[in-house]
Each structure stands twice: as structure tokens, then as C-alpha cells.
């Protein structure tokens, strides 16, 4: 029952709201004790910023500057706390870790406008340990168009600059996340990419009418083309299929929900594309959160294993599809 999450917004959680407090003891849904207690294998760690916290001090510039503060603040708590967790750039390096009782850190970055169409500044990243970047947010940016209602908007796609960017990463060996992205970034990325991509933390349109979900169409897409996405606990993105309840910032997060988005990923994507991407501490938690923190995952395991999930699928669906992508696009 290892388990493997692909997203939370942790880091900006303790540095800019919960002062005095450290991954070992924080009013988060993500601490090393939490952790523990969930047999976490890896979490991944976002570094995001949100442009418009940004607008007086460089827009895009400033967000850059602050994802170094983040990368260093992350290094520093695996220092700290480096007997429970330790940073992963690699599946060798994650396997080390687990085969010294750690937790292995993964760096990401959310919102790849920070690059400001400057291509050596993914090397840079990679140097300083990021692995998985978040193409866009929910604003345009030099590597392309967000999820959008406006039709033009979502059909729009990779800019030049876009498509140097997804080539560099798989040359990296950076793994590309997809969530957040338009239609027509989506399926320009699958186009560009020779390896395999993620939606890190995307849910089911079918079972949500929300742009920020991904429809059959592109669940079968990303799935034959070794792909995965992590069921995202955000209760708007999990909804009942009414636009307008979609976008309810007060939506429940309830466990049902969430086995619902797992079924049908695997009913439409098979066995090796879901995964986990909770988006912990990446959202208001206003209304019911039947899995408030990571401490209480078994929740959905017992539900998905209720409903006649195998133990083969689950293990697959808490680490192993994860741990394939990571196989095969991370550098050793």
C-alpha cells in the first residue's frame, strides 16, 4: 500500500501561511508524520506561484525568483528532517530512499510561465532538482493556452516556444504535466512529446463538466500512449456534472466522488492510468473533506477495494503507474 502523490501545494502552504511551522509539524494535510502514516513512498512537492500575487514585482520574473525560495526551502526541510525524507531526482534515487526508511521528495513546478521564453531556464530547473513542470496555470503564458469555457481559448494551443520547451524537457528527462492545459495544448503536447505524460492531478469530464478535467477522448489518447492522471480531491473538480455546481468553491469532497473518477479512468484508460494527485493544501477546504490529509488515504483504498477493485490495480493506481513514468522519463 505505498503510496505515490503526484501534487500538493505544501511548500507554499508553510511559507506563506502557516508561519513557525515545518514539515514536521504544520496545520497542513501533508507532514512527515501524516506521511508516515499513509506509508508514503513519494510525495511531490509543487512550487507554484500565482502570477497575480506577482503583478508589482515582475509579473512572470518575480515568480521565477520565488520558485527558487521554494526549491531552497524544500532542500532545506530535507536537510532538517533528512533521517525521515530525502529528495528523489530519479526512480534509483526514490528506491535508495525507500531502502533507507525515507520519503522520497519530488520537486515540481507549477505554471511554466516562469520560463519567460527563455529555454535555458529548464536546465537551470533541472539542475536544481525540479522533475515535473506544470505547462501553464489558468492563465496564457509563452508556452501556451489554459482550460477555458471560452471556446477559443480552449481550442487554442503550444506557442513556437512551446513546443521547444516540451522537446527540451524530454530531452531533460523532466516529466510534462498536463493539467491545467486547453484542449488544443493537450493534444498538441501528446503530438510533440516523445514520452510519456502526466495530468498530475485531473479528474474525469464525463463525471464533471469541468475545462480542467480530461474528456474520454483524451483519457484513451493519454493512456495508449503510456500516459497517466492523478484523481484530484478538489470537490469542484470531482462535482456531479452541472457546469455551474462545478465551479461552487464550497463543493464537498467526498470519497464516493473520488472512487467514481477512479472507476471511470479505469473503465476507459485500463488498469495503468489512474494514479493519485490530491492537490492537498491547493484548495479551500470550505466544505466537507471526507479525506482531510494523507494520514487518511485507506479511506479510498477500502472504497475503491469495496467496489471490486483488485489488489493488483490498486497497487498500481497508489504507486506503480507512477513509478513506470518515472522509469521511463527521469535521467538515472
Same mark, same amino acid.
Given at each position: 500500500?505505498?503510496?505515490?502523490?503526484?501534487?500538493?501545494?505544501?511548500?507554499?502552504?508553510?511559507?506563506?501561511?502557516?508561519?513557525?511551522?515545518?514539515?514536521?509539524?504544520?496545520?497542513?494535510?501533508?507532514?512527515?508524520?501524516?506521511?508516515?502514516?499513509?506509508?508514503?513512498?513519494?510525495?511531490?512537492?509543487?512550487?507554484?506561484?500565482?502570477?497575480?500575487?506577482?503583478?508589482?514585482?515582475?509579473?512572470?520574473?518575480?515568480?521565477?525568483?520565488?520558485?527558487?525560495?521554494?526549491?531552497?526551502?524544500?532542500?532545506?526541510?530535507?536537510?532538517?528532517?533528512?533521517?525521515?525524507?530525502?529528495?528523489?531526482?530519479?526512480?534509483?534515487?526514490?528506491?535508495?530512499?525507500?531502502?533507507?526508511?525515507?520519503?522520497?521528495?519530488?520537486?515540481?513546478?507549477?505554471?511554466?510561465?516562469?520560463?519567460?521564453?527563455?529555454?535555458?531556464?529548464?536546465?537551470?530547473?533541472?539542475?536544481?532538482?525540479?522533475?515535473?513542470?506544470?505547462?501553464?496555470?489558468?492563465?496564457?503564458?509563452?508556452?501556451?493556452?489554459?482550460?477555458?469555457?471560452?471556446?477559443?481559448?480552449?481550442?487554442?494551443?503550444?506557442?513556437?516556444?512551446?513546443?521547444?520547451?516540451?522537446?527540451?524537457?524530454?530531452?531533460?528527462?523532466?516529466?510534462?504535466? %498536463?493539467?491545467?492545459?486547453? $484542449?488544443?495544448?493537450?493534444? &498538441?503536447? /501528446?503530438?510533440?512529446?516523445? @514520452?510519456?505524460?502526466?495530468? *498530475?492531478?485531473?479528474?474525469?469530464?464525463?463525471?464533471?463538466?469541468?475545462?480542467?478535467?480530461?474528456?474520454?477522448?483524451?483519457?484513451?489518447?493519454?493512456?495508449?500512449?503510456?500516459?497517466?492522471?492523478?484523481?484530484?480531491?478538489?470537490?469542484?473538480?470531482?462535482?456531479?456534472?452541472?457546469?455551474?455546481?462545478?465551479?461552487?468553491?464550497?463543493?464537498?469532497?467526498?470519497?464516493?466522488?473520488?472512487?467514481?473518477?477512479?472507476?471511470?479512468?479505469?473503465?476507459?484508460?485500463?488498469?495503468?492510468?489512474?494514479?493519485?494527485?490530491?492537490?492537498?493544501?491547493?484548495?479551500?477546504?470550505?466544505? %466537507?473533506?471526507?479525506?482531510? $490529509?494523507?494520514?487518511?488515504? &485507506?479511506? /479510498?483504498?477500502?472504497?475503491? @477495494?469495496?467496489?471490486?477493485? *483488485?489488489?493488483?490495480?490498486?497497487?498500481?493506481?497508489?504507486?506503480?503507474?507512477?513509478?513506470?513514468?518515472?522509469?521511463?522519463?527521469?535521467?538515472?
Amino acid at each position: 500500500m505505498k503510496l505515490i502523490d503526484m501534487h500538493c501545494d505544501t511548500i507554499l502552504k508553510l511559507m506563506d501561511v502557516d508561519e513557525g511551522a515545518d514539515l514536521m509539524d504544520n496545520h497542513c494535510s501533508v507532514s512527515i508524520p501524516f506521511m508516515k502514516e499513509a506509508d508514503t513512498k513519494a510525495q511531490f512537492f509543487a512550487c507554484f506561484t500565482y502570477l497575480k500575487d506577482f503583478e508589482d514585482k515582475d509579473g512572470y520574473e518575480g515568480c521565477y525568483e520565488r520558485v527558487q525560495e521554494m526549491i531552497h526551502y524544500l532542500k532545506g526541510q530535507t536537510h532538517k528532517f533528512q533521517e525521515q525524507i530525502g529528495l528523489a531526482g530519479s526512480f534509483e534515487e526514490m528506491q535508495k530512499n525507500e531502502a533507507e526508511g525515507k520519503i522520497s521528495a519530488v520537486l515540481t513546478v507549477e505554471e511554466g510561465g516562469i520560463l519567460c521564453d527563455r529555454i535555458g531556464r529548464l536546465d537551470t530547473l533541472y539542475e536544481n532538482g525540479i522533475r515535473l513542470m506544470t505547462l501553464m496555470w489558468n492563465y496564457e503564458n509563452c508556452i501556451g493556452y489554459p482550460n477555458s469555457r471560452e471556446a477559443a481559448v480552449m481550442s487554442r494551443g503550444l506557442k513556437p516556444f512551446g513546443i521547444e520547451v516540451v522537446r527540451r524537457m524530454n530531452a531533460l528527462g523532466m516529466i510534462i504535466d %498536463i493539467s491545467h492545459a486547453s $484542449d488544443g495544448t493537450f493534444w &498538441e503536447v /501528446l503530438k510533440y512529446s516523445e @514520452k510519456p505524460l502526466v495530468a *498530475s492531478h485531473s479528474n474525469c469530464r464525463a463525471l464533471c463538466k469541468h475545462p480542467r478535467n480530461l474528456s474520454d477522448n483524451m483519457i484513451r489518447s493519454l493512456a495508449s500512449s503510456g500516459g497517466i492522471a492523478g484523481v484530484n480531491f478538489y470537490g469542484a473538480f470531482l462535482g456531479t456534472g452541472n457546469e455551474k455546481e462545478a465551479d461552487i468553491v464550497q463543493a464537498d469532497s467526498k470519497v464516493d466522488a473520488m472512487k467514481a473518477h477512479i472507476l471511470h479512468m479505469l473503465k476507459v484508460g485500463g488498469s495503468e492510468f489512474p494514479a493519485i494527485g490530491t492537490d492537498f493544501d491547493g484548495f479551500d477546504a470550505e466544505g %466537507i473533506l471526507e479525506i482531510p $490529509d494523507v494520514s487518511k488515504m &485507506e479511506r /479510498l483504498w477500502d472504497a475503491l @477495494k469495496k467496489a471490486g477493485v *483488485s489488489e493488483d490495480q490498486l497497487d498500481l493506481i497508489w504507486s506503480g503507474n507512477v513509478e513506470r513514468v518515472m522509469r521511463e522519463t527521469l535521467r538515472h
